[in-house]
């Protein structure tokens, strides 16, 4: 199992983010990972990839408990992970052939024209060898993902993780970023792990969602369980329902007490 988490509970300080969680990331599967803002999606990468390190409970990278790890150790882990970062996070001073260069000449020891050919190999599967040449700056913020995109498989890693890939894409751009999601995931035999608001074009590419609220996971199950679940916080959180479970409101006391209906301080009381 490249991704197996049990009993997890994580916070900052005094305050639990993640609480009792359970997940399994098997092989060759595209999990996604959903939920409001704040429900501790970006926390699981995290924990993940070693930058935070858990308290209670367990995560395993390839059979390794991530917590016990050394320098070293965790060295040697994140070689086999690929990492999409929110909005791409590009070397905005490196061309895009350079960006997806880099992991290369950090990580290997092959030759100039060994790293020209996997870096143009990769840039080819997301449809960009052409921009090679270009900076960061001259291309669209769709192909600056696909550019992050090739540098995150660059190494052929086992698995890949993708921190809201499809934030601020256009509609073409999206669809494109999902179907690349998918198939650079099949043509790798990776174990893939999205994180996403994108309800729609999630459920088209994933084999299976976890929907995490208040730091638990309140709901789990292929795409089309989840379609067509009767759970209420389910059904508001796939379709965007207004009313449900999760309140629009954040708790206040009685609004009648701001309007100066019953006397609020200062104010003079209601005639």
């Known amino acids: 199992m490249p991704v197996e988490i049990q009993g997890l509970k994580f916070g900052y300080g005094d305050r ?16 996604a990972l959903m939920g409001g803002s704040g429900s501790g999606k970006t926390t699981i990468l995290r ?13 395993k990278v390839f059979g390794e408990d991530v917590a016990r790890q050394n320098s070293a150790g965790m060295y040697h882990l994140r070689r086999r992970m690929g990492m999409l970062f929110q909005f791409g996070a590009l070397f905005t001073d490196m061309s895009v052939f350079d960006n997806v260069a880099f992991p290369l000449r950090e990580h290997t020891n092959l030759s100039s024209e060994q790293i020209r050919d996997l870096v143009l190999m990769k840039l080819h599967a997301v449809g960009l060898r052409g921009a090679a040449d270009l900076m960061p700056a001259q291309i669209s913020g769709g192909m600056s993902r696909r550019v992050a995109l090739a540098r995150a498989i660059a190494l ?4 890949i993780m993708y921190d809201e890939p499809f934030a601020g894409l256009d509609p073409i751009s999206l669809g494109i970023t999902a179907n690349l999601v998918r198939r650079l995931n099949d043509a ?18 994933c084999d299976y969602c976890y929907i995490l609220a208040e730091g638990r996971i309140a709901a789990e199950g292929t ?20 009313q449900g479970p999760v309140a629009f409101h954040y708790p206040s006391k009685p609004y009648a007490d701001d309007l100066n209906l019953n006397g609020a301080p200062g104010s003079e009381p209601a005639r």
């Open 156 to 159: 052929d890693p086992q698995l």
């Open 188 to 205: 790798l035999g990776a174990t893939s792990i999205l994180v996403t608001h994108d309800i729609h074009e999630s459920f088209d590419v």
């Open 16 to 31: 639990l983010i993640l609480d009792g969680l359970n997940m399994r990331f098997p092989r060759g599967k595209l999990i």
């Open 223 to 242: 795409p089309e369980e989840l379609r067509h679940s009767d759970d209420p916080f389910v059904q508001q959180f796939v379709y965007g329902r207004p």
């Open 47 to 59: 924990l993940i990839g070693g930058q935070q390190r858990t308290r209670i409970g367990t995560v």
